[in-house]
């Protein structure tokens, strides 16, 4: 069991975490100009083209980098190693969220889209993209198994529990990307870009897992809480995500 104390600060930030926390901080910002942008222009909410994906995706992503470079932190794993991932996955999060809003604004689908040779490049480097994320948070996800997260009480398991409901974030996404190119291939171009509703809400649900437990634990290590209590929030805490997981899950089979 973790002794009692509040989850320590930490060393001054490296450059490869204030490289990725002002990225984020970027891309956040990113995210909410858009909203600011829908407000004033209007359009539709839903939909390829919609000013909602620069923002949820600025937002979102941004979120995530910050998150990771925090969380990754508790992993016990080399400084170079962690430095070079961290690095890397700042530069695939400016790719996504650069594509997607450079398309917003040219009134295009961002994903999925093949209409012309340079959609094609920008739907396709979207992809990469996204298969580049899927094998550093792997990564980091295994990394976090491999030895147990370091950490005040609770952290270990919000760390470890955080990064397992992320794959399958990961995995939902890889599936939405799937089943839209299997569409698209197939001269089902309009149905592509609505086949990915029904999983959406599990993408949404999982993906900020390691942002909400490990954040968590780390308020929980600013009370006066005995050990055994902290233990006991955070294992209830788990199986509520969980179970949202499960029913965000059970929503999309049933409607896929």
């Known amino acids: 069991m973790d002794l009692s104390h509040p989850c320590p600060a930490g060393p001054r930030l490296t450059p490869a975490e204030r490289l990725c926390h002002t990225t984020g901080v970027v891309l956040v910002a990113s995210g909410l100009v858009h909203l600011v942008v829908f407000a004033v222009d209007g359009g539709p909410w839903d939909g390829p083209v919609s000013w909602r994906k620069p923002f949820t995706f600025g937002l979102s992503f941004g979120l995530t980098l910050m998150a990771l470079t925090w969380v990754t932190s508790y992993l016990r794993v080399g400084a170079r190693l962690r430095s070079a991932l961290l690095v890397v996955f700042a530069a695939d999060c400016v790719l996504e969220v650069g594509g997607i809003t450079l398309q917003a604004w040219r009134e295009v689908p961002s994903h999925l889209d093949v209409e012309t040779p340079f959609d094609t490049a920008v739907s396709l480097s979207l992809a990469v993209g996204g298969g580049v994320l899927v094998v550093l948070l792997t990564v980091f996800a295994v990394l976090s198994f491999r030895n147990r997260p370091s950490g005040c009480t609770g952290m270990p398991l919000a760390v470890r529990a955080g990064f397992a409901v992320l794959l399958v974030a990961l995995a939902s996404g890889a599936a939405m990307i799937a089943r839209g190119v299997a569409l698209t291939r197939s001269g089902h171009q309009e149905a592509a870009y609505h086949s990915t509703a029904a999983l959406k809400p599990l993408h949404g649900v999982s993906l900020h897992a390691v942002l909400v437990l490990p954040t968590l634990a780390w ?13 006991r929030v955070m294992y209830g805490a788990v199986a509520a995500y969980t179970v949202a997981v499960l029913a965000a899950g059970t929503w999309a089979v049933v409607t896929y």
């Open 219 to 231: 308020l929980m290590s600013r009370t006066a809480w005995r050990d055994r209590t902290k233990e």
